[in-house]
Nanobody, 119 residues
Framework: QVRHLESGGGLVQAGGSLRLSCTTS????????MGWYRQAPGKQREFVEI???????DYAASVKGRFTISRDNANNTVYLQMNNLKPEDTAVYYC?????????????WGQGTQVTDSS
């Protein structure tokens, strides 16, 4: 059973920083690409950033230069360092095993972690 446990969210002013964590169990973590997604109120869940098993990364244009994804295979954890946060970054953030499924048909979403602009 795949399980994701996201943490690290909170209230933050515009321009501030947060680091999100997602610990995953039930899969051979080190050989899997992992992604971060977010869902703002009233909107569909959207892609944020991805890291491959080789640590190559890709990101959404909206977070370019501000967010950085990384991974710690020893602890089955993927991180999202978020800098220079903007009000439009307010959302619930989730991680996902990149197993070929889309964000619309992935069966193992965790509870997510809430990031809220407090400005």
């Amino acid at each position: 059973q795949v399980r994701h446990l996201e943490s690290g969210g909170g209230l933050v002013q515009a321009g501030g920083s947060l680091r999100l964590s997602c610990t995953t169990s039930g899969i051979p973590f080190s050989i899997n690409a992992m992604g971060w997604y977010r869902q703002a109120p009233g909107k569909q869940r959207e892609f944020v950033e991805i890291i491959g098993s080789d640590s190559n990364t890709d990101y959404a244009a909206s977070v370019k230069g501000r967010f950085t994804i990384s991974r710690d295979n020893a602890n089955n954890t993927v991180y999202l360092q978020m800098n220079n946060l903007k009000p439009e970054d307010t959302a619930v953030y989730y991680c996902k095993r990149e197993d070929g499924s889309s964000r619309f048909n992935y069966d193992y979403w965790g509870q997510g972690t809430q990031v809220t602009d407090s400005s």
